[in-house]
């Protein structure tokens, strides 16, 4: 019999999550092609990487929907994912409902805290004992499914930014912290403790805090497991990590690069509370200087456009100086679906992440950079780099 | 005393050599900083790179004009130069006229032979004796000046195709078609024979034919030099360059690219003929196979829009499918100043090929791949792993 | 019991007719809103317009298919009408289906020869007897629905230009032309005289000659019933009309106005002929001058870009002197749904010229003028003084 | 002798007077032609516009600066004045300056204070002696320079927003607010106030408060002199104007309308502060749902990009829906300078201003709307409708 591997996602509900699982069910079912998927390219094809029929799902959710009903709504909202193909999934996606479980809102802010159904998710007194709700889950998980190996990754909605200065270094010293009553460990925290600490995989897809800290690190390889994030890296930052060291290569001068971004989803409606914007901005911004290696004027925004839906519309101007000083400019519109366009990616991610794993890797996963808008343990930002840095991962023996 | 390395153009009063002259001049009086110049780049600091003061400007011309008038109408007309960094340079601008002589015009076809000025322009009876009128210029400049080394460089207007197929592949037997009377090379090919016989190399900015026959490869491994080219890499196609293999790396289908160019420089006139736009659409048009492993539908278009001067515009139109099959689109629009883009990169080039030179390399210079549209010797067209080819060069010791 | 208003689509197959009828049937069974189109907006309620119920589809075709298969390839292919919709639609289509009989192509040139089915299409001796069977069909057409009225409407894919200057300019002198055996009119033509001869009010909304001809102009007069065309103004040509006028009254000077436009359906199929793009290109580059008074540079293409299918996107770059001479740029993307923008302006032409006719107008309906890129009997290219034109008609008595 | 009109400037070192300074100089020079001015229109021959020689140009500055220096850093920042213009109106130019007295800056908020030279302008304790000291100004202006008409425009920086509900509407009762000693009252009420006591019309170019409360039109028609604002209409807002009626007349509903203005102009730097801003926004915000009858989601933004100088790049996208509910997107992108579109626009003011004037016409010039981004004393906001009430005007006898 095939390995089951578990993917188990926090934020089940949401479109990325909801686009994994339509696109899980139709890989299996060949009703699409791998068009998307990273781990799918000629450069991976000779890595055992884990099959798609060999993948189970399952995950946290802190809202009352079922996964049909927000595939649909996927479907009719943003007329990219075509209904038929919802409908042929119909039965695959009722099974995802049976592994979904209620969530934790731990510190997440409180335009999060509003799209919660307060009566279906439990809250707790204590940081300790969300962690152990939630390790419960992931155990019922694992062996209601006989699973040889469970992937955690955390496509939730951002938090507000937490202070990472003030946390002790180390897991001996952190792991207390758990415990007092005020703990201010956010949700993405708790999700990645459970998770490592259960000696499973931890990947953050999102700008939250997650698994950042350094004593999440450490616990990581006292467990002898992996992590990785952070930020899925899809749209406009994929562009500007693809750009800006094209124009470095060529010494011109970048005066000024302006991004205005503006979509319709509910990652749209939780970033318009300027807090969780906050968070996000910073990780699409800090990776021009690092490119760069100057700082040039810089201006991100993010605007909930309720009509656009899922349709991440972006437009880039870039101001730049060449020969002589004379400035040109070169502006770009990108018009991506963002659940379409992350949705593989988390499949990618829990792919090479198993890989890892079974490679007897501990840590973080630095080769999976490409994937991340800021990713840990590396200052890399330019894509082509990041991406080379994968394949020639995937090409060690 | 310093070496002094000559730098000579073919179009030398054209947009892209006037530019390099006053750039040049600027560099030298420290009136201008080193933006838009690859060679600048912190990766080639500890190259020992000909110094700009080392290098002495001569070259050919079919057009009876001097460097300051076409200095003056760059600043009037793209007000991309500054009128006043032009008038500063105005000495140095009427030395290198003085290097500058009559250029041959054998089969640039007509859009190019109604440029030239008749009566300035010589006429030869056979290719052979083109070449020898080619290399008294070359010899007088070298003896002149006092030249150590001395690099070719082509800029001339855009040549129509020419069918390379029956040419002879050894120098053995392609020689002998010199002297023919009915001998159909064009003009860059000469220049590329009269440089490389005399142990110069060459490098060919341009579409036109130049130094791409095999037989002349030969030749230059024969005579102990370097040649490169074809067709300098600055806008529209360096950004395809960049953007194909990220969309490739992340698996993201192209199902068609769309790119429209508009610009009112000689350039621009030259190409609006269909024979002349045809060698050009096809350089521009054949990297995206390469890169992508697939012919997705693509459209080029060149037109000379009078108004834009030397400020090329370009709009690429990229559709592509993700996941589940959704298009998705990507536009940008490119406002570059063609002159202000690509005179630096002769610069780079003199510099770069100079120190092939002096290395001891023979034959193609293949690490200067990401300076090109087409270049030789190689298929690769992704710019970041060309651009990594140049640095590896530049660190052997 | 109401009135019955026949709708004779030449064309009937094409995705401007089905998402006509898509969208009639839609209005019928109140499942969309008045979205798009012109004569629901609050200028014209008081007239007494007919109601979409009242209005019969009927009309002619040159190839093998039926409404259903070419409505769910619109949904599909270009995801701009929902499938749901169409599902809804299919007896209402099947209705239509029934109304639809062979065309002719008489001089319709290559490309859309090799469209038509060869078996299904009749061919005649003389464009008499052509004018005649086409008569023999909206005859029956009438009678079978007991039509007060009947308007036809042309549709059909663009035909190659056609020469009117040695046409005679009285219909005596020119009827006779009907029955010469080398007679070079178009189809569009014939189907004009054919509606115009039985008192058939006839609307040409392509390029193609249809009633162009002065003596055609005569016969609708000599009839009692009116025409307009031609060439419906639905995108790009739309937003000049819109733009051009402003530049004007503010006095910037047009230097150049470049315009492309790609796009993947039949009609782009059509027009990748150069003898039928010719046709078209004409239509949509004359408008300029006209409203500015003098000729800037125009550039117009359309490339058929098969991916994109219905989706007509038009990239425009407005270069234009300010004070001082400066120089400025514009430009726009415009991506429309061709059949969708095209669709609702049939009824509204349908409704809006039976009113002319009840009115007792005879020949050209000029203050149609703003439905039209090329309107026939006027010069204004003004939008908004057109649609004023057109609300003034409204607003009389 | 002919006669001389006044052109009094508040701002008039800033980037628009500059440029209308220029530009004065020139044409009265004949070196430019009459490119960007309105009143040079075919439509206004016939009208007895001042001549240009026959204007005389004066104004207020908070700043310690001259004209000279102001168009010297508009030609080398911005490149979009020729610096030989500039050269070449030097004498005029320092003509101007002579002109030129220190403004006030009653509560003109922080931002522009940071601007002022604080031992340059004069501070008072009451709105009343304010007043007094503009009037002094302008008084020895006249005198001067044996005006015959004096026309006070103001184009200085943008105020914050400044509440009018609960001013009295009546001259009579808001009069006595001048002389306590806290009154709120912004600097452009004062010079609007100071004006049109004299006798001098005044015309508001900025979105600040000057002569919109009700009691200051009052004393223009007490007065028998005119006035008209606000906010000068000359890129994003402008193109609103043009484009949202068209969509409207095409019954296609927007969706939403998200503009992005960046640009790094003096005018720029103070719109950075939020409260300055928002005046703005407001002003440009609220024609839209005027013109379609209904609010669609709408954002703007307006940010300060350095190296951007005078260049005002705007963004639009709009987000519509056609027949079917098929949604459809048109963007834009706009790259005018600023003081360039501007500055022929306050010329053409003052010849309006200065013949309705003469016409004998008091309180609100109504025929200029389409001068103005909120137009006072009409709703409507269309563009050619309002463009077509100036011609109508200029055409009465």
Not at 189 to 210: C, K, Q
Request: proline share 4%; hydrophobic share 40%; glycine share 8%.
């Amino acid at each position: 019999m095939s390995r089951q591997v578990g993917l188990w996602i926090i934020g089940a509900h949401g479109g990325v999550a909801t686009t994994a699982a339509i696109g899980l069910a139709s890989l299996i079912n060949h009703r699409i092609d791998t068009c998307g998927l990273v781990s799918a390219r000629p450069e991976f094809q000779d890595l055992d990487l884990v099959d798609w029929s060999e993948i189970v799902l399952g995950g946290h959710e802190i809202r009352k929907t079922d996964c049909l009903t927000e595939a649909l709504q996927l479907a009719d909202t943003t007329r990219a994912v075509e209904r038929e193909l919802v409908i042929a999934c119909q039965s695959y996606l009722e099974g995802f409902d049976k592994n979904i479980r209620p969530g934790i809102i731990n510190n997440v802010g409180r335009a999060i805290e509003c799209l919660a159904d307060k009566q279906f998710v439990n809250e707790y007194n204590s940081a300790r004992s969300a962690v152990e709700a939630i390790q419960q889950d992931l155990d019922e998980f694992v062996t209601g499914n006989q699973l040889e190996q469970l992937i955690v990754i955390n496509l939730a909605s951002t938090e507000p930014p937490y202070n990472l200065d003030e946390l002790p270094e180390t897991w001996a010293e952190f792991e207390p912290i758990l415990d007092s009553t005020d703990c201010g460990l956010p949700a993405s925290s708790l999700y990645a403790i459970a998770a490592l600490e259960r000696g499973w995989p931890f990947v953050n897809f999102t700008p939250s805090t997650g698994s950042c800290p350094k004593a999440i690190d450490e616990l990581a390889v006292l467990k002898n497991t992996c992590h990785m994030g952070h930020d899925g890296k899809t749209g406009e930052t994929f562009l500007k990590s693809v750009l800006a060291p094209a124009f470095a290569n060529r010494n011109l001068g970048i005066m000024s690069w302006v991004g205005h971004n503006i979509f319709g989803n509910m990652d749209g409606q939780i970033l318009d509370n300027p807090l969780n914007k906050q968070t996000k901005v910073k990780s699409k911004d800090q990776l021009l200087s690092q490119i760069l290696g100057y700082d040039p004027q810089t201006h991100i925004s993010i605007e909930y456009i309720k009509s656009l839906g899922d349709w991440k519309t972006a437009w880039d101007h870039i101001h730049f100086r060449g020969f002589l000083g004379t400035p040109m400019v070169m502006t770009f519109t990108w018009q991506g679906c963002d659940s379409i366009l992350a949705g593989p990616l988390v499949l990618d991610l829990a792919r090479f992440t198993d890989l890892a794993v079974r490679r007897g890797e501990t840590g973080l996963m630095i080769p999976l950079c490409s994937f991340f808008k800021s990713p840990l343990g590396t200052d890399e930002n330019d894509f082509a780099k990041q991406f080379q840095m994968l394949v020639d991962w995937a090409s060690q023996a």
